[in-house]
């Protein structure tokens, strides 16, 4: 198991990946655009990951996650363009059981001020939990983000959050990915908010919710413009 309880991991235009490993197996390692990736099969046991209080900051760059399960907690993990960078990576957070995001900040976003373009959020688990957040996927600047993709099999439940993938200011100009969301169930609740909106020049690609089971939003808002 990983366990970060204050401090953090900083790698300007580079990748920050964390796989907790519970079993023995053989892993794999990907090189791509001079970048070392782990590949982990299936077949390899998982072990937990929590992060309390711990920044992960890979401006330019990518964060990876892989667990059986994960939680986060009052942390911030950012990978968004910056000055000085034309290209960002993704924020992949993978936990094949439980994944617990509370109290927290996930951002990829293209900065005021910087020209280029960035990844995705891609949140996947068996079920997911989001509470008191923020998941920001937004241009500020000049360029394109690959928007936030959540996938829950069993469940995704959403409480006092705002995930944002917008053409965030007047003077931006790009286009972004939107929020996709694919779930057995679904819950929106206590003042949460999924937004795709354009405020400046460019477009969105929307507000998009799958679920093969029940569907419950309440006190909550969901915009597209």
Do not use: C, H, W
Not at 50 to 74: D, F, M, P
Not at 88 to 106: C, F, P, Y
């Amino acid at each position: 198991n990983i366990n970060l309880n204050g401090g953090g991991l900083q790698a300007r235009d580079g990748r920050i990946e964390l796989a907790a490993v519970a079993g023995t197996g053989i892993l794999g390692l990907n090189y791509d655009s001079n970048q070392l990736s782990l590949n982990i099969p299936d077949s390899v046991r998982r072990g937990d990951i929590s992060l309390t209080n711990t920044t992960l900051s890979a401006g330019g760059g990518s964060i990876a996650i892989a667990s059986e399960n994960l939680n986060l907690q009052r942390s911030i993990l950012d990978a968004g363009i910056i000055p000085g960078s034309t290209q960002g990576g993704d924020i992949t957070l993978d936990a094949k059981q439980k994944m617990t995001i509370a109290n927290s900040r996930i951002i990829n976003n293209v900065g005021f001020s910087t020209v280029g373009n960035t990844g995705n959020i891609n949140l996947k688990a068996g079920s997911l939990s989001l509470s008191n957040s923020i998941l920001n996927s937004s241009t500020f600047g000049r360029g394109n983000t690959a928007g936030i993709f959540l996938q829950g099999k069993d469940s995704v439940d959403i409480a006092n959050s705002s995930i944002l993938s917008n053409v965030a200011d007047v003077a931006a100009i790009g286009n972004t990915g939107g929020v996709n969301i694919k779930a057995g169930s679904f819950t929106l609740n206590n003042g949460s908010t999924l937004r795709a909106d354009t405020f400046g020049k460019g477009e969105t690609a929307g507000v998009f919710v799958q679920a093969d089971g029940f569907v419950n939003i309440a006190d909550s808002a969901i915009s597209t413009q």
